[in-house]
C-alpha cells in the first residue's frame, strides 16, 4: 500500500514546472473576482474606461468592465472606440473574452481583422477567443478564416487557439467544430521543423479529439524528447481509452524524466482509473525525484481512486 500526504510535493522543481505548462491557453485566463457582499450599481462604461486609461487596476475593476459589457451591447462599442484611439488594450480584451457575449465575441473579431491596428494589438484579439467559454457560430467560423491568414503574427495564435474554440463549441455547434477540427489537421500535418511541430502538438492537444491519436502516436516515437512530451501532453483532453493506455505505456518506459513528468501533467486532466496502478509504479520506483514527486502529488489529490492509494 502506497502511503499518501496531503502535503507531500507540495513545491515542484524548476524542471518539472517548465515541462507541464498548460498548453490550453495562450496565457492566463484574466482574475475577474467579484464583490459579493452588496449589490453592484450598473456603471456606464465611459467612467471605467477613463479608469482604464489613467492606469487603474485595482477595486475588481477588471471584473467591473466585464460586467459593463455582459450588461449592455452599447458599452463594448465604446471599448473598440476606446481601442482604436491608441489607449491601453489588454485589459479590455481580456474582458470582452470575459464577458462572452454574441457582441463581445463579435467585437474580438473585428479587432483581430482590422488592419489599422499594432499587430500586437490584433495577436491579443486572437489569443482572446481562446478563453470565450460559449463561442458563437458566426465566431467559430471567424476562427477558421484566421487560420488562412497571409501574417503569421496571426495564423499562429489561430492555430493555437482554434482547438480551442472547437472544443468548446462542439457540443452546441458541432458542424462548425468539424470545420476547424479539419482546418487544424491539415495545418498541423504541414509542420516540418522541430519548433513547427512543437507548436502543432500543442494545437492537436487543444482539440480534445480522438482524431488526433494517430499524429501523436507517431510523435511517441520521436527521437527527440521534446516532441514526445509535446505529444505526451496532448494527449490530456483525448476522450478515447486508446490515450490512457498511451499515458501507461510513456510513464511506465520511456527513458526520458521530462517525457514521464509530461505523463503525470497528462494524466491530471483525465479519470484516473485506468492509470492509478502505473502512477503507483511511479510514485515507488521511478529513479528521478520530481518524477516521484508529480506521481505522489497527482495520487494524493485521487485517494479514493484505489486501496494502494488510501492513506493509512
Known amino acids: 500500500m502506497l502511503t499518501v500526504s496531503a502535503g507531500a510535493c507540495d513545491t515542484r522543481p524548476a524542471d518539472l ?26 456603471e456606464h462604461i465611459d467612467e471605467l474606461l477613463a479608469s482604464v486609461a489613467a492606469g487603474h487596476e ?33 485589459m479590455i480584451i ?18 483581430a481583422r482590422d488592419g489599422r491596428l499594432p499587430p500586437h494589438v490584433r495577436a491579443e484579439a486572437v489569443a482572446s477567443l481562446g478563453l470565450v467559454k460559449r463561442p458563437t457560430p458566426a465566431m467559430m467560423l471567424q476562427v477558421a478564416d484566421l487560420l488562412h491568414a497571409p501574417d503569421p503574427n496571426l495564423s499562429a495564435p489561430a492555430l493555437f487557439l482554434a482547438g480551442s474554440v472547437a472544443r ?60 514526445r512530451a509535446a505529444a505526451t501532453r496532448a494527449l490530456r483532453l483525448v476522450p478515447d481509452r486508446e490515450a490512457d493506455r498511451l499515458l501507461a505505456v510513456t510513464l511506465g518506459r520511456d527513458a526520458d524524466p521530462t517525457v514521464r513528468a509530461a505523463a503525470i501533467f497528462a494524466a491530471g486532466f483525465r479519470p484516473l482509473g ?25 495520487l494524493a489529490q485521487n485517494r479514493e481512486m484505489s486501496p494502494r492509494v488510501a492513506g493509512r
Do not use: M, W
Request: proline share 6%; charged share 20%; hydrophobic share 45%.
Open 17 to 42: 514546472q517548465a515541462n507541464v505548462r498548460t498548453a490550453d491557453r495562450p496565457r492566463a485566463a484574466p482574475v475577474t473576482a467579484r464583490v459579493t457582499t452588496a449589490p453592484v450599481r450598473a
Open 58 to 90: 485595482g477595486n475588481g475593476l477588471p471584473a467591473r468592465v466585464e460586467a459593463a459589457f455582459r450588461q449592455d451591447d452599447a458599452s463594448v462599442g465604446a471599448a473598440l472606440t476606446f481601442i482604436h484611439g491608441g489607449k491601453a488594450t489588454k
Open 94 to 111: 481580456d474582458a470582452l473574452a470575459a464577458a462572452g457575449t454574441p457582441a463581445a465575441q463579435d467585437a474580438l473579431c473585428r479587432l
Open 168 to 227: 468548446a463549441g462542439r457540443t452546441e455547434h458541432p458542424a462548425q467544430a468539424a470545420v476547424i477540427e479539419r482546418l487544424v489537421l491539415v495545418a498541423c500535418a504541414r509542420a516540418r521543423g522541430t519548433d513547427e511541430q512543437l507548436e502543432a502538438l500543442a494545437a492537436l492537444g487543444n482539440l480534445g479529439s480522438a482524431t488526433v491519436l494517430p499524429r501523436l502516436r507517431q510523435a511517441l516515437t520521436a527521437g527527440d524528447p521534446r516532441v
Open 274 to 298: 485506468p492509470l492509478v496502478d502505473v502512477l503507483v509504479d511511479t510514485a515507488q520506483n521511478d529513479p528521478i525525484d520530481y518524477v516521484r514527486a508529480g506521481a505522489v502529488t497527482l
